[in-house]
């Protein structure tokens, strides 16, 4: 392979197929509905639970953040970091359980920021909490999908009518919060 600017990773479109240039611009409709969201809200002084805009102005950063991350590749150079330094440390050779304990450890994560954002957004109406939903799935997935694990990323290439897994995991939950944006314009 090519020498790249980190090892063999070098910046570039991530995904240049149709199905990843609509996840992308799925991210940026589903920010700029949360945007809208946010600037109804502050328009009109509706009354809100104590956390509920602090939650979905981060929603609103993660989304421009990993619509960007998307055909940017970030991961990838986070990943091939990870190859580097176990290559380097001699750890490379017992890659497997060190793949399954980063899978751990970010379903943990997943779960505590789940938790912890369920307990900043609490009386917040139903639709704060399918957006939180979904944005812990995006969270995940893309932690996962970071790690780039060669079976994981076979089980994402899998393809059901031409559609690839991995454009459905990742729309799936941008789906849901797009929803529960537009939903929580409409609930007082």
Partial sequence: MNPGLIGNWS????????????TVVMYFIAAWVVWRLLRNWRASGTQL??????????????????????????QSAFTEIGRIVTHRWGWYEDRRQLQMAFIAGAALMGLTLFAVTVQLTWGAPAPTIWAL????????????????????????????????????????????????????????
Wanted: aromatic share 12%; proline share 4%.
């Fill in 49 to 74: 639970a104590q956390n509920e805009p602090w939650f979905w102005r981060a929603l609103l950063v993660a989304l421009i953040f990993l619509g960007l991350n998307k055909q940017l590749d970030l």
């Fill in 11 to 22: 910046p570039g479109i991530g995904d240049p197929s149709m199905g990843g240039w609509l």
């Fill in 133 to 188: 939903v979904g944005g812990t799935g995006l969270v995940v997935f893309v932690v996962i999908r970071a790690a780039s694990f060669h079976h994981v990323d076979e089980a994402l290439g899998f393809q059901f009518s031409g559609l690839r897994l991995n454009w459905l995991v990742e729309m799936g939950p941008l789906m849901l919060i797009i929803a529960s944006a537009w939903r929580r314009r409409r609930v007082r």
